[in-house]
């Protein structure tokens, strides 16, 4: 089992910055791959970054392409999101999650927590 929990959210201005971060407890290994996913009212949840833990290898949506970036902490097993440049089309409520590898689907979600940004 692996836990998720999401913090960081809030309410923004465009062009404000903010940052996301996700607590992993648990049996984690060290090949997983740790995502953030965003889902805004009345749309289909959409991946947003992702991150490879054994070697840092990132990936992202190309809506947050040049203004999100994703990150890690082995030492604290921690993810991060810090999302600069915000526009109103970026709120959502953002979820951490986890996959055992990057053959593997996302099995462990956390919570969710919300970004809403105001024009």
């Known amino acids: 089992q692996v836990q998720l929990v999401e913090s960081g959210g809030g309410l923004v201005q465009t062009g404000d910055s903010l940052t996301l971060s996700c607590a992993a407890s648990?049996?984690?290994?060290?090949?997983?791959?740790m995502g953030w996913f965003r889902q805004a009212p009345g749309k289909e949840r959409e991946f947003v970054a992702d991150?490879?833990?054994?070697?840092?290898?990132?990936n992202y949506a190309g809506s947050v392409k040049g203004r999100f970036t994703i990150s890690r902490d082995s030492a604290k097993n921690m993810v991060y999101l810090q999302m600069n440049s915000l526009k109103p089309e970026d709120t959502a409520v953002y979820s951490c999650?986890?996959?055992?590898?990057?053959?593997?689907?996302?099995?462990?979600w956390g919570q969710g927590t919300q970004v809403t940004v105001s024009s």
């Open positions: 999650a986890y996959r055992q590898n990057v053959f593997s689907r996302y099995d462990y």
């Open positions: 991150i490879s833990w054994s070697d840092g290898t990132t």
């Open positions: 648990g049996r984690t290994f060290s090949s997983r791959v």
